[in-house]
């Protein structure tokens, strides 16, 4: 976040323009429309408007230095020198080697305004990228965040989401180390960028299931995609009309209540149970699940050169969901769980004995590895009849023709 010559938030308002229809999330017809509150006219400033963002680029950056600077983390030994210089200065631990990625949050794409509270963006922002080191076995060191806001974005929604994100950071005790900011069009753009370090030659790949492997996956599944069905189904909360729960300042966008919708923002990365399957040799290859399960194994297969085969009644549905207004949790629907995507939780393979619980965490046999050589080939899932079928790939992938 070094700060640029170049100013990308000019004083003049520019109109945003109109996104990619067939890359956006649509909501019913029937509901209301997805818009901002307008600006406030010339002079004006009436509680119904919202203000564009106050800050440009310079102010906008000291702000989020201090708070990176206020937060337990910053003290983590990773980072030697982070914002304020052309490029942050990592240590890393003698005999490791990095790891590094790297993930969009995208406004329209992966969360709505009107429904997504700017504390469980920011979260669910870094929690994409903090799994992706836990599916690898790993330990976080470092986040850089690159954040494009259009200009009717308000500073007290950039405050939350940072709040969310650093918060998330403090609990794994890493340190937002720098990034970049810029002006956008139309919307909110975030890429977070973690970089994290295993001993040298023990990062867990997708690449490295065996015939004879079970399948195993942590936590439960579904939970998120069948809260994001109920949103859709549901009324939106218009921005201007919800008061969240966290909101404190009266010029903050208004939200729903983090608390309403939990498991969709929410979802908490493995780290804990990702080292200890790396460090005990227990998995032989590894990926969260973000995706799908259906996608997720598929891309294991397709990387260790192996077919699979998972049975349907052992893949453990969230069970603790609870929709707004509904007093007795239910089980999710199947292809929630099988399809979905956004649970980042742990999907595996083991030829060793795997305990039912790991940091606390449960673990679930949902199936084995077969050699590629198995005819039909594919994945392949047994039904509640008993019965063997194909299992084709499901999940979210984007750019796919509907």
């Known amino acids: 976040m070094g ?10 308002r520019s109109t945003p323009s109109t996104p990619n229809e067939a890359n956006v999330l649509k909501p019913d017809p029937s509901q209301p429309a997805f818009d901002l509150p307008p600006l406030a006219p010339a002079g004006r400033s009436p509680s119904r408007y919202i203000d564009p963002m106050p800050l440009v680029e310079k102010r906008l950056i000291e702000r989020t230095r201090r708070r990176a600077h206020g937060s337990h983390s910053y003290g983590s030994r990773s980072v030697v020198a982070g914002i304020g210089d052309d490029c942050a200065i990592l240590r890393v631990p003698p005999r490791h080697e990095l790891l590094v990625t790297t993930d969009f949050s995208i406004e329209g794409v992966h969360f709505r305004r009107d429904w997504h509270p700017p504390e469980l963006v920011g979260r669910r922002c870094l929690t994409r990228g903090l799994s992706d080191i836990a ?10 965040l690159s954040l ?6 308000p500073q007290p929604w950039v405050d939350r989401f940072l709040t969310g994100l650093l918060d998330l950071a403090d609990e ?7 990034g970049d900011t810029a002006q956008s069009d139309h919307g909110i753009l975030a890429d977070i960028v973690v ?3 295993v001993p040298r030659g023990t990062a867990v790949l997708r690449s490295g299931a065996q015939p004879g492997d079970q399948i195993y996956v942590t936590g439960e599944l579904g939970a998120a995609a069948a809260e ?15 008061k969240s729960k966290t909101q404190s300042n009266s010029n903050s966008p208004d939200s729903p209540p983090p608390s309403k919708y939990s498991q969709h923002l929410g979802p908490y990365p493995r780290i804990a149970v990702g080292k200890i399957l790396r460090r005990r040799r227990i998995a032989s290859a590894m990926i969260d699940l973000s995706d799908g399960l259906s996608t997720d194994l598929d891309h294991i297969c397709h990387e260790s050169h192996v077919n699979a085969e998972i049975d349907a009644s052992a893949i453990p549905r969230a069970r603790n969901l609870q929709h707004v207004g509904e007093k007795t949790p ?6 929630f769980a099988l399809h979905g995507g956004d649970d980042y939780e742990l999907l595996f393979t083991s030829s060793a004995a795997v305990p039912a619980h790991i940091a606390g965490v449960p673990v679930t046999c949902i199936g084995r590895i077969l050699p590629s050589s198995t005819t039909p080939m594919g994945m392949r899932m047994i039904d509640a009849a008993g019965k063997s079928r194909p299992l084709k790939a499901a999940g979210w992938e984007h750019f796919k023709r509907k």
């Not at 700060?3 to 003049?12: E, G, L, Q």
């Not at 076995?137 to 986040?143: K, M, S, T």
């Not at 994001?228 to 919800?242: D, E, H, I, Y």
Request: no cysteine.
């Open 3 to 12: 700060v640029s010559t170049r100013p990308d938030y000019p004083s003049k």
């Open 135 to 144: 599916a690898m076995g790993g330990e976080p060191r470092a986040v850089f």
């Open 148 to 153: 494009a806001v259009a200009g009717n974005v």
């Open 172 to 178: 794994f005790n890493v340190r937002l180390a720098g």
């Open 195 to 197: 970089v994290g370090s």
């Open 228 to 242: 994001l069905a109920q949103l859709r189904k549901s009324k939106p909360a218009k921005l201007g009309t919800a």
């Open 330 to 335: 239910a089980t999710v629907d199947f292809d």
